[in-house]
């Protein structure tokens, strides 16, 4: 449970986790070590070389959304850019393939529809881990040379902050797949359960990780930036679309939130889809236009919620639209 206050350098380190236990994973990420014994947040973060008044920033903002860092000078960047790369670290090297392991021991049930969730977990894998190297090859090498007073003049962060989005749309159709659509045994049942819960925290880890990035690391090189400028450092810097995952909105229903149905012309395209058709194939097939099919097919996402032909085949194939013996998986 949060423990709504502010905490202070004086506080110490051990009660700052017991009343917030989700902070033992950013220590790992500030480069701080466990056996703190009863010190302060102060005394732990100078034995360990971290800038306290930046520690704190991230852990009141992550726990309570406690800060306003528009203005904030004394925000350390080159400590968030260390909290940032190690995050990425954490989530690329050993979550990812920690929630594989799991999802992959958990499903055991039908062997075709499995094969298409861990599909659609490798798309999600695939795109989280694009986004975060696009940063470590990008955004941290310019925060970088920023630090040394030697910027980059192809990039700022001005277009970083507009562009960058959570990438969590593809996770979020995984979980509604496995709700929906993943009967099991009580075995097989606990482990989807408890699978599902672990998705979930590295949801939320995501988002704090999203929001840090937005409110604090943003600003903060925004403002040194600035500094650079005045300095007469940076010249012409030109600006790079950063293209980042959307996310989506929760799925209520798999019929939407309107409760709308499929039409059969739906239907027809999902089949279609599902059958590995482009957009041409399937138009030619049911005689109407290719623009006429991109419709149907938006509004079928806008129905179900689902935006992948993987998430798509498992819907046609639960709901007895085909034959599981004839999709080509």
């Known amino acids: 449970m949060k423990d709504l206050k502010l905490y202070e350098p004086t506080d110490k380190m051990i009660t700052l986790i017991k009343d917030n236990y989700s902070v033992l994973q950013a220590l790992g990420s500030f480069g701080i070590n466990l056996g703190f014994g009863d010190k302060t947040v102060s005394e732990t973060c100078d034995m360990n070389g971290v800038d306290t008044y930046t520690f704190l920033a ?12 528009e203005d904030d000078e004394r925000i350390s960047v080159s400590t968030l850019l260390h909290y940032l790369k ?3 670290a954490y989530y690329l090297d050993f979550q990812l393939p920690f929630i594989r392991r799991e999802l992959r ?3 055991g049930g039908d062997e075709a529809l499995d094969r298409l ?5 490798e798309g999600y894998a695939q795109e989280i881990r694009r986004h975060m190297k696009y940063e470590e090859k990008t955004l941290f090498p310019y925060v970088e040379s920023l630090l040394d007073g030697r910027p980059m003049n192809d990039y700022n962060v001005e277009t970083f902050s507009k562009h960058h989005e959570q990438t969590d749309k593809k996770l979020r159709e995984l979980k509604l797949m496995i709700i929906k659509y993943l009967p099991a045994d009580a075995h097989h049942n606990n482990k989807l359960t408890a699978t599902l ?6 949801e939320e880890w995501l988002r704090q990780h999203a929001e840090v990035e937005d409110n604090i690391f943003t600003p903060a090189i925004k403002r040194l930036e600035h500094i650079t400028k005045q300095n ?6 030109s600006a790079m679309v950063f293209k980042g995952a959307q996310g989506g909105a929760e799925p209520n229903s798999v019929q939407g939130r309107g409760g709308d149905t499929l039409s059969e012309r739906e239907k027809d395209v999902i089949i279609g889809v599902v059958q590995g058709l482009q957009n041409k194939e399937i138009a030619d097939r049911l005689c109407i236009s290719v623009n006429t099919v991109s419709t ?3 509004n079928i996402a806008r129905k179900l919620q689902i935006h992948s032909p993987a998430g798509l085949t498992i819907y046609a194939i639960v709901n007895g639209m085909v034959d599981i013996s004839s ?3």
């Open 296 to 298: 149907h097919r938006r």
């Open 105 to 107: 021991e958990s499903i």
């Open 327 to 329: 999709v080509k998986l």
């Open 86 to 88: 190690a995050s990425h």
């Open 197 to 202: 819960y672990d998705i979930y925290n590295n």
């Open 232 to 237: 007469d450092v940076s010249k012409n810097i």
């Open 117 to 121: 969730i861990m599909k659609l977990y």
């Open 58 to 69: 991230v852990v009141n903002y992550t726990i309570n959304g406690f800060g306003n860092f």
